[in-house]
Structures are given as structure tokens and as C-alpha cells.
């Protein structure tokens, strides 16, 4: 471990701190600016705060988390205008977010404070192109503005489907991460059975991606996230689709140990899981306030016959609610529009363990305890789903041509374990966050016990402190997978401009390990810095500066930083600095006079164990031989 020092530069008048103060008035105001530059480029299609369409967009997401502060939302009609604006973004250093679905609960994934919200509403493009034509095959082309939903409600009266989202209300940023399905396991992740994608590059460019014209980056797009660019159209294979057995059953909370014995039997040998035509979405929640569990069923047949003897373990359960019949592949997915909405305050994590004999058990009693544990007495609703992906789901995956996941068949079959929790106070936001991450670990330290860990992060379902690139292939795919971002963004725009689970989201370990620097420092807000991030990164870092606008809310709402959190956050980074060693800076400052975290725009500073700030060291100075290094955190 470094130490960190700062220099000072001292001397300087008080009317320094009026100048910072209007540079930092000038930041504000260039987002803005960009704003009216979009504006008067492409009218109609920027949304002010304050304007209904503003709320609606800022507001379309599953958890309310995700409800942020753009300094404007842009809504583009035509990939022509997205690339033209990409550009202007770009060239101006501008941060912006994409939205699509809005489905996934890690806040700021999908949208952003003091920023642009690009959102893909207007593309809502919905047609099928027979053969012959140049892909080869009857395709779909759906734009990213769509639900699956809608898909189903459009293409199944046409005796046609697409390998797509289980749920309603998500969006198509699903094909990004690679997506399970209900016919995942004869055709493999979601985005294998993508044939094109139309993407907007950070260069402004309007790109066809497939097999034939950009392989390199049809591949890394299959999984790839937003990290290449904004996807304006997808072109999906098609298959026939004909009725299905399919529906919900919810169970009565004292028959959870019936249910888990049944999905247990499902994946063993000679279960139903080895029946490609049968899939499950299953879920199990749990409140530690009433110590009430009830778990949840949805299974989908591909064929129209009565309860086939598959799904016979579940649909034997006395339950509270069955609705599952022969009918439409729609009017299964339409049972799941409960599911749209925003649902309060959520959030979600992600392992995966390979299968055995008490998978079902151990996941379960682990989740149960850690909620004891952590969340007792609390308004808190947790669950969780153990999502089976097969050896076949993988043989299918690799012979539809191969993704940037890369998962070997030969390693057989295991289980996604989705995490959640859902709750209504956002003082609560840290408490769940420390839990999904608890029982991450625990729930890890039992599978690898039993060397039945399996090394996957699945990206749509991670928690935001998790890095799934780095999963991918074993850990094969990710040098490849920054090498086409390189190729075709090389001024690392969507990895330094838009939010997300990026390539270069391990920063750290990249410059570290792969650049070998000898130190490696960061500046930092601080809102995203969470003990899982020390824990994963704090071994890469040496020199930490937490940036803060201003001590005072007033100074705050003038540059646009409403959330006015600093204090707070600074705090909360003091108490991790003493575990991490991060934030030390090691000299003769080392005493309980030392003055800590970092300066305002008046160059004020917060002191241990005092509320209000110092007087600015550009009115009264400080002594450089006493005061030349000091403490972060």
C-alpha cells in the first residue's frame, strides 16, 4: 500500500473561491447547453424537468431507485438523429444514459443525475420479413422501444415467435445479456438467435452488425451490454408456435418444503429440466418481518397437452392460485403483467452453482437465515429463483454460432440464483444492499465447501458491484471483448461517458494488472464507492480523492446537484477507510487533530467529529510544513 500525498497550492485570494464557484456554475451549465443544442437540432424530441413526458421517462423503471435527475431526456425518431446526437455527445465529453426497458433494479444503470437520458421509446418498429431476403430466413425486426409483450401479442396470431423475454413488461436490453427464454433450451440464450443488429457507434455511425459484416462485433454483442454502442433495431430468427401447456400456480406458504422437493426432482436425473420442450420461471419469497414463505410457479410446455407428466411434481401441490392450462404462448406471458410497474424500492444479485442433490435446501435455508440475520423486524420482502440452464441450453447456444459468454456444455448443467428484495424506505437502501451481498458470499462458500461452485455471473441478473465480463468464457472472453470495444469506440466514449456494467468496470485490476502502473489513483463522488466495491477493488488502489461540490445545499442546488448526499457519503467512506487501508495517508498528520475528507469549492474541510465545515483555507491558509499531507476518509 501507497501512501497518498497532496499537494497544496497556496496563497491564493478569496476571490479564488468565487472563481471556483463559477466554474463550477459553468459545468452545470454545459449539460444544460448541450441540452438546447439538442433542442434546436432535433425539435420535439427533448423533454425539460418539469414537463409530463420528463416525468413519464424519468419515472418508466421497475424500481423506483432508478428514479433520477437528467438534466433533460432525449427521445430520437430515427437512428439518423441518434447518431448525429451520439456524436454531439461524445465530442463534448457529455454523460449520458440509454433506456430501453428499464427493467433491471441496479440503480443508474439506465438512467443518470446531471446528465442526458437517451431513451429508445420512439423505436417501435414491429415487422416480419419472409424469405427470401439477405439474411437467409424468415426474421422479425423489432425495435428496442418494445416490450415482449407486445411481441407475443403481435406475432402469435401469425402462428410465429421469437426466442425472447419471459416477462411482459421487460424490454429488448434483455438480448444484450444474453436473455433466458421459455424455449432456451432448444435454442440456446436469447441473443444466439439474434441475425442483426442496426447500432449506433460512438462515432456517429449507423451500423448492420451480423456474421457477415462485423463478426467480431456480432459476437461481443451477445452479451456485450451497452458497452458498443445503442442498438436501434434487432432482427430475430422466427419459429412456428403453436398452443402450450402453461401458467401460474402459487402455493400455500406451508407447502414451500413440497415445492422445493419438487423442483429439486425436476433437476435431478431423469427430471423434467432434461425435457427440452418445458421450461420453469420459479420463485420463492420470504419476509423476515412475519417469518412467511410462499413460493411461485410459472412453467411453460411447448406443446398442447393437458398437465404433461413433466410438470406433474408441481401442479400436484395444493396451491392458492392455479392457472395453468392449454393456450396461447401469449396468454402465458400475459399472466406476468403484475410484474410490470414500478414495484417500490428494488434490488437483485446473482451466482451460480452447479446441480445436486440438496441445491434446493441448501439455497433456501441459506436465504431464510441470512434475512434472520440481517433483516429482522423489517419491512423487507426477499426472495429467490433458481433459473436451470442445462447442458443442452449450452449445446444449443454453441451451435447457433457462439457468444462473448462462452459457457462450455462440457461443464454441465447449473443453476442461476437470482437474489432479490423489494422494500419501501430508502433508508433501508445499505441494510438490503449488505444483505444481497451476505448472502452472495454465503451462499458461495457452500457451493465452493462442496466444489460445486460455478464461475458465472449472469449480467442480466448481477447486483451493481459485480463484474459478470469477467465470467464470461471462464475469464476468456473479456480481453477479446475490450479489444472490439477499442476497435470500434476507440476514444472509450460508452465506457467513460454512459453508465452500466462496463468492460473497464474493473479499472483498477485492468491498469494494475494488465498495464502494470505502480500506482493507481481515482477521483471519486464517492456515490458508488459501497463496501462490496472496497472489497473487490481497494487491493488495485492506492490514492483516493473524494471530489465534494459543496458543504452546503445551497451551492449544491446551484450546480445542479440535487441530491445532496456529500456529507453523507463521506461519512459512510470514513467508516470503510480503517478495514480497506485506502484512504490513509500515513505521516506526521497521523494524530486525532488530523483533518479529513476532502475540500469544497471554498476549499473548506470537514474535521473528526465536527458537523460544520472549517473557514477556507484561501481566507485564513494553512501551514504547508505542518498541513502538507493529509487524510482522506
Not at 335 to 357: D, H, I, M, P
Not at 559 to 566: A, F, K, L, N
Not at 588 to 615: A, Y
Request: net charge neutral; aromatic share 10%.
Amino acid at each position: 500500500m501507497h501512501s497518498a500525498t497532496i499537494a497544496l497550492v497556496f496563497g491564493a485570494s478569496a476571490a479564488a473561491a468565487a472563481s471556483i464557484d463559477s466554474m463550477l456554475l459553468q459545468r452545470a451549465n454545459g449539460t444544460a447547453g448541450i441540452c438546447s443544442t439538442l433542442a434546436k437540432r432535433f425539435p420535439g424530441q427533448i423533454e425539460l424537468p418539469g414537463s409530463s413526458n420528463y416525468t413519464v421517462e424519468t419515472t418508466a423503471y421497475w424500481s423506483s431507485r432508478d428514479f433520477l435527475h437528467p438534466f433533460c431526456v432525449w427521445a430520437p425518431t430515427t437512428s439518423s438523429d441518434l447518431a448525429a446526437g451520439v456524436k454531439i455527445l461524445a465530442d463534448t465529453n457529455t454523460h449520458f444514459a440509454v433506456r430501453s426497458g428499464g427493467h433491471s433494479p441496479v440503480a443508474g444503470t439506465a438512467n443518470i443525475n446531471d446528465g442526458v437520458l437517451v431513451v429508445t421509446t420512439a423505436f417501435d418498429t414491429m415487422k416480419v420479413v419472409p424469405a427470401p431476403n439477405p439474411m437467409g430466413t424468415q426474421y422479425f425486426s423489432m425495435g428496442p422501444g418494445r416490450r415482449w409483450g407486445q411481441v407475443y401479442d403481435f406475432l402469435i396470431p401469425q402462428g410465429i415467435n421469437v426466442i425472447g423475454g419471459r416477462v411482459w413488461s421487460v424490454g429488448s436490453g434483455l438480448l444484450l445479456g444474453g436473455g433466458i427464454s421459455y424455449l432456451g433450451y432448444k435454442h440456446g440464450w436469447a441473443s444466439d438467435n439474434v441475425l442483426n443488429y442496426e447500432l449506433v457507434t460512438a462515432q456517429g455511425q449507423v451500423l448492420q452488425v451480423n456474421n457477415k459484416t462485423y463478426p467480431d462485433l456480432f459476437w461481443a454483442l451477445k452479451g456485450g451490454s451497452n458497452n458498443y454502442g445503442i442498438v436501434t433495431r434487432y432482427d430475430l430468427k422466427t419459429v412456428d408456435q403453436g398452443e402450450v401447456f402453461g401458467g401460474t400456480i402459487v402455493y400455500k406458504p406451508e407447502n414451500t418444503q413440497d415445492y422445493l422437493d419438487a423442483h429439486q426432482a425436476w433437476i435431478n436425473p431423469g427430471g423434467g429440466v432434461w425435457d427440452d420442450s418445458a421450461a420453469i420461471m420459479p420463485n420463492v419469497d420470504y419476509s423476515p418481518l412475519t417469518k412467511q414463505s410462499a413460493a411461485t410457479w410459472l412453467g411453460v410446455h411447448n406443446a398442447p397437452e393437458d398437465n404433461p407428466r413433466t410438470f406433474e411434481n408441481f401442479t400436484k401441490i395444493p396451491s392458492l392460485t392455479a392457472a395453468a392450462s392449454v393456450m396461447s404462448f401469449g396468454g402465458v406471458v400475459n399472466q406476468t403483467k403484475e410484474y410490470g410497474g414500478t414495484l417500490g424500492r428494488s434490488n437483485w444479485f446473482a451466482t451460480s452453482v452447479s446441480f445436486y442433490n440438496d441445491t434446493l435446501n441448501d439455497q433456501y435455508k441459506t436465504m431464510v437465515s441470512t434475512a434472520d440475520s440481517l433483516l429482522a423486524g423489517l419491512n423487507v420482502s426477499v426472495g429467490w429463483t433458481a433459473e436451470p440452464i442445462t447442458t443442452s441450453f449450452l449445446e444449443a447456444s454453441r451451435r447457433a454460432g457462439g457468444d462473448a459468454i462462452d459457457l462450455d456444455p462440457q461443464r454441465g448443467s447449473f443453476h442461476i440464483s437470482l437474489c432479490y428484495a423489494f422494500w419501501d424506505d430508502e433508508k433501508l437502501d445499505a441494510r438490503v444492499q449488505n444483505y444481497l451481498e451476505t448472502l452472495i458470499k454465503n451462499l458461495d462458500a457452500i457451493s465452493k465447501k462442496k466444489g460445486l461452485y460455478y464461475p458465472f455471473t449472469f449480467l442480466n441478473d448481477a447486483g451493481g458491484t459485480q463484474n459478470p465480463f469477467a465470467t464470461y468464457g471462464y475469464g476468456k472472453s473479456l480481453p477479446k471483448m475490450k479489444a472490439v470495444a477499442k476497435k470500434y469506440d476507440p476514444k472509450g466514449v460508452f465506457q467513460r461517458l454512459v453508465p452500466g456494467f462496463k468492460l473497464d468496470g474493473p479499472m483498477l485490476s485492468y491498469c494494475k494488472e494488465d498495464l502494470t502502473m505502480e500506482s493507481v489513483s481515482i477521483v471519486t463522488n464517492g456515490s458508488k464507492v459501497t463496501e462490496a466495491w472496497f472489497e473487490n477493488y481497494a487491493h488495485h488502489l492506492d490514492i483516493m480523492a473524494v471530489s465534494c461540490d459543496s458543504l452546503h445545499e445551497a451551492s449544491n442546488a446551484k450546480t445542479g446537484r440535487r441530491r445532496g448526499q456529500h456529507l453523507k457519503t463521506f461519512v459512510q467512506l470514513s467508516q470503510l477507510r480503517k478495514e480497506y487501508h485506502v484512504l490513509i495517508v500515513p505521516g506526521e498528520n497521523d494524530s486525532r487533530e488530523t483533518l479529513r475528507l476532502v475540500p469544497d469549492e471554498s476549499l473548506r474541510f470537514q474535521k473528526k467529529g465536527i458537523t460544520e465545515p472549517s473557514g477556507s483555507i484561501l481566507e485564513i491558509g494553512i501551514p504547508a510544513r505542518r498541513y502538507g499531507r493529509l487524510l482522506l476518509g
